[in-house]
Structures are given as structure tokens and as C-alpha cells.
């Protein structure tokens, strides 16, 4: 369908709030850089206030020093207004064609799963990645999502490093945690204990 500027392969994706105080916001992220975050997400970017393609830009260029690829959640407009990569849609948009057309250029597309007709979807429309929420499915139904699905596959809903061990059965590529980071967290270290337990997982497969 595309080709992306960036190759999304897997790994570790970490959110945003982008309606959070832009220092606090900045160094939050700048933290998750260094530590080794795959994919940085942005939620609530319709929340910011001044200039949000100012703000979203300055968040696209720190990603930029490490080569990694900024998205947001779901507000796919912005694309033609601030410098993403690329969106991330909960759930199919039923007007995704049409989006797709007012969308200047290539841009990463990610879709969220959660049945087989989604993941068939994803498939057949050659998203650049799916994600499938642990919490939404039993472990029967996510493997059998596994199975089937073609693109790259993240696990959202992830609480801790620790949970991943449970997935060990999973055929999967990264993580999507379910975080909503505050400023007195170790946004450094949060993401490095991730990244150091994606590889003992990929490590025994």
C-alpha cells in the first residue's frame, strides 16, 4: 500500500499525554529516547492549547535525534498540520479510505485489534503494525490472533516488565504498556527494565 520512512519491526512503544506541561513532557520523552524506546506515541494532542504543531514538532525533532518515529493516537488530521510519522487508530475508522486520500505522503499506519475480521482487515490493508490488548481477550483468543495476523504485533495493556513472561507461548514483535506517566517517575528506567525484558523473551524463542 505505503512505503514508510520508517520500518516498524517491533519493540517498545510508549504514550504520551501531549496536553501535559511541555517541560514536564519534553524530558519526559527525552528519558524514553535514551532509554531506548522503539516508537514514541502522542494521546490528547486535540487537548493542547498553544500551537500544538509547534509542540508536536519540537517532540518530533528529539525523536529524530535517535531515529525514532513519533505517532499519535488517533488524530490523523494533525498529520497534515505537524511533523509525524504516523497515526495509531483504536479501532478502524470507517472512513479510513477517505482519510487516507487527505493524508499528504507516506505515513505509518497501526490499527488496534480485537477480533478476527480486525486482524484480517490489518492484514489485507497492510497496516505497519497491530496491536491486540491483553485485556480485552482471553489467552486462547490472543493467541489465535497471533496466529493469523501478518503484520507486525504489539501487546498493549501491560502493566509491568514482569507480565511478560506470561506471554512466553505468544508469537509477538513489542509491547505497547499501558502507562500514564507522571513526573516524579524514572521514565528512564521504566523503559530500559522493558526493554531489558523484551530481550530475555525474544532471547528464549
Given at each position: ?23 514536564s513532557?519534553?524530558?519526559?520523552i ?16 486535540q ?6 504543531h ?17 505517532i ?27 482519510i ?8 505509518i ?6 477480533s ?12 505497519d ?7 480485552e ?15 507486525t ?20 514483535d ?7 506517566f ?20 525474544f532471547?528464549?524463542?
Open positions: 500500500m505505503k512505503e514508510s520512512y520508517f520500518d516498524i519491526t517491533g519493540g517498545l512503544i510508549l504514550s504520551f499525554d501531549a496536553s501535559t506541561e511541555k517541560n513532557l519534553l524530558q519526559s527525552k528519558s524514553a529516547l535514551i532509554g531506548g524506546v522503539d516508537v514514541v506515541g502522542l494521546y490528547n494532542t487537548k493542547i492549547t498553544d500551537s500544538p509547534k509542540l508536536i514538532n519540537e517532540v518530533n525533532s528529539e525523536a529524530g535525534k535517535f531515529d525514532v518515529p513519533l499519535v493516537i488517533d488524530h490523523w488530521s494533525i498529520l497534515n498540520e505537524a511533523h509525524v510519522d504516523g497515526v495509531f487508530f483504536t479501532k478502524i475508522p470507517e472512513n479510513i479510505d477517505e487516507a486520500k487527505e493524508l499528504s505522503g507516506d505515513f499506519l497501526g490499527i488496534q485489534c480485537s478476527e475480521d480486525d486482524v484480517t482487515w490489518s492484514n489485507e490493508y497492510e497496516s503494525f497491530c496491536i491486540i490488548n491483553i485485556n481477550l482471553s489467552e486462547s483468543e490472543i493467541k489465535k490472533l497471533s496466529e493469523i495476523n501478518t503484520r504485533l504489539f501487546l498493549a495493556g501491560i502493566e509491568n516488565a514482569e507480565d511478560l513472561q506470561k506471554f512466553e507461548d505468544i508469537s509477538f513489542g509491547i505497547f504498556p499501558d502507562h500514564s507522571s513526573p516524579d517517575q524514572n521514565i528512564l528506567q521504566i523503559t530500559e527494565s522493558y526493554k531489558t525484558a523484551l530481550s530475555m523473551v532471547s528464549h524463542e
